[in-house]
């Protein structure tokens, strides 16, 4: 199969951990017969140094007329430390998300074996956990209005969403739920926020169009403790924008491991795929953070954009097989750590069993 994948580096160790991962496409690439091109594009602190814009039209169009989008990571500390920075390398991530309209972001939240013991939650709870939190990426607060009052001395931000917008990610929810295990959880908190009553009124009514699908109904600050009480609970979650970002962030710390969780974000024209973690400053040309994130990223990307399922499913393997053996990165391996293009051609490597073996 032929295939275009936009891929933007970004800053920090965007680079080196999409370099491991194009490694690992290129050995699918060799096994499978599927020919990728590649278009790079500038986005975030690289951008805005090069062009003045942290999302440039051109990053633009190579998104658009490519068949799916590879990304790594976001941010620069000299942009933090300087509340007057009039662009932000983070504006870059939502004009992108906003003018791809990638609506749905999903997380997934696994365990790894050989990692259990990683995670600051006791083993017996963790183990087995396995959910999807799904976040509608484009709405909400994010958004809305926003502003200060005419003296400066008050500030309003403003969230509004409406029913297709919530039906859009709900409708993805409620499919991927029913490829699961057909239990789905909408997160809000309806007990005060109108919007969070839209988002109830509306999923009660696709719920009746998917009656094998279990649905349950939590306020977010119960959920938030949920997840981290009984993390075997949930199967799907589904939430709105803000609260996504607070939960995902959450139900990452169960796996211990930040450096291994890959995520998509669905849109209508294009999709996206990235590993959760940001761009890590400090460790930055230092060939040391975890690229597995961003290889497990491209794996959801061949199964999702491009219904390679036994594909993704080899780099799965082959990445649990390398955790097997007890090998990877500093942050997961204290003794003799891989580098990250290390980890990159090891799990090439292991993706081809003739030379594996030879
Ligand atoms: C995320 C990040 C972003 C967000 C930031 C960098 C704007 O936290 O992708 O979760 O809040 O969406
Ligand atoms: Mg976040």
């Not at 609970?233 to 890959?262: C, H, K, Q, R, W």
Request: aromatic share 6%.
């Amino acid at each position: 199969m032929k295939k275009t994948i936009a891929v933007l580096p970004g800053d920090g160790v965007g680079p080196e951990i999409i370099d491991a991962t194009l490694a690992v496409l290129q050995s699918i690439e060799e096994k499978y017969n599927h020919q990728f091109t590649y278009n790079k594009g500038l986005i975030g602190g690289v951008a805005i140094d090069a062009v003045g814009d942290p999302f440039p039209k051109q990053t633009e169009t190579v998104c658009l007329t490519s068949d799916a989008i590879l990304f790594g990571a976001i941010g620069d500390p000299k942009y933090d430390n300087d509340p007057t920075a009039k662009v932000r390398p983070e504006q870059g991530l939502l004009a992108m998300r906003q003018k791809l309209g990638l609506y749905a972001n999903v997380r997934p939240i696994q365990t790894f074996k050989s990692l259990l013991h990683k995670s600051p939650l006791k083993e017996d709870r963790v183990t087995g956990a396995d959910f999807v939190v799904i976040r509608e990426l484009i709405g909400g607060i994010y958004f809305g209005k926003r502003g200060r009052g005419a003296d400066g001395r008050s500030a309003f931000d403003t969230s509004t969403y409406t029913v297709e917008e919530i039906s859009r990610v709900s409708n993805y929810a409620f499919k991927l739920a029913q490829k699961r295990r057909r239990k789905l959880t909408l997160v809000d908190k309806a007990n005060v926020l109108e919007t969070s009553r839209l988002w109830r009124e509306t999923v009660q009514k696709i719920a009746q169009d998917f009656p094998d699908v279990s649905v349950e109904y939590m306020f977010v600050d119960n959920a938030s403790m949920q997840i981290i009480r009984n993390p075997t609970a949930f199967d799907v979650i589904l939430t709105e924008n803000m609260f996504g970002d607070i939960l995902s962030d959450e139900a990452s710390v169960i796996t211990g491991s930040i450096g291994l969780l890959p995520s998509a974000s669905i849109g209508e024209k294009t999709s996206l795929y990235e590993p959760i973690h940001g761009s890590y400053p400090k460790a930055a040309g230092t060939n040391s953070a975890n690229p597995i994130g961003t290889i497990l990223s491209a794996a959801m990307m061949l199964e999702y954009s491009f219904d390679m399922k036994e594909e993704a499913g080899a780099i799965r393997m082959a990445v649990n097989s390398l955790l097997d053996e007890g090998k990877g990165t500093k942050d997961i391996v204290s003794e003799n750590p891989l580098t990250t293009s290390d980890v990159g051609e090891e799990i090439a490597r292991k993706l081809d069993p003739v030379s594996s073996t030879g």
